[in-house]
């Protein structure tokens, strides 16, 4: 995550008020408004990981000093090492961060609930998924439902979306 040459990092639409088209879009705006904490270092993720990023709830800091993180070193108690970064806090831990991810001002959140909920978008049922060659089933394990703009997963043995 975020470790894409620069000139794949530059994106026309990372641009203050462009919603982000994918996660990674996503983390490099978080970024660019120094609001994403990278830690490089060993974090285990069973005992520091989520302590670590409650402290900002938990510690009294106010809202806009809020930070999503990113943990790219994640290890467990038995030393075992896991090669996929974590996210925590990054669609909303904080107005700004969730700002960012709907692509409005803070202060215009509650209007854009409002107006989704009174004009809602229909599903759209998808019979079958052809299969990109460059997309690894390990890149997308389980097939995905759009929710608010954001991906959702859903159990890998149901395969309906």
Same mark, same amino acid.
């Given at each position: 995550? /975020? %470790? &894409? ?7 026309? $639409? *990372? ?5 982000? =088209? ?7 705006? /978080? %970024? &660019? ?7 490089? $270092? *060993? ?5 520091? =990981? ?112």
């Amino acid at each position: 995550m /975020l %470790d &894409a040459p620069d000139n794949a990092k530059k994106s026309h $639409r *990372a641009t203050a008020g462009a919603v982000p =088209l994918d996660f990674q879009e996503h983390l490099r705006l /978080l %970024d &660019a408004q120094g609001l994403l904490t990278r830690i490089d $270092r *060993a974090i285990d993720k069973d005992r520091e =990981l989520h302590p670590l990023v409650r402290w900002q709830f938990q510690g009294g800091l106010a809202e806009e000093q809020r930070r999503a993180f990113l943990f790219t070193n994640v290890v467990d108690g038995a030393g075992r090492r896991y090669d996929i970064p974590v996210a925590v806090g990054a669609l909303g831990a904080s107005p700004a961060i969730y700002a960012i991810g709907m692509g409005k001002q803070v202060e215009d959140i509650g209007t854009a609930w409002t107006q989704g909920i009174a004009n809602p978008i229909p599903p759209v049922i998808v019979q079958s998924v052809r299969a990109r060659p460059e997309l690894s089933r390990q890149l997308m394990p389980a097939p995905v439902r759009l929710s608010v703009g954001r991906c959702v997963r859903v159990a890998p043995v149901c395969w309906r979306v």
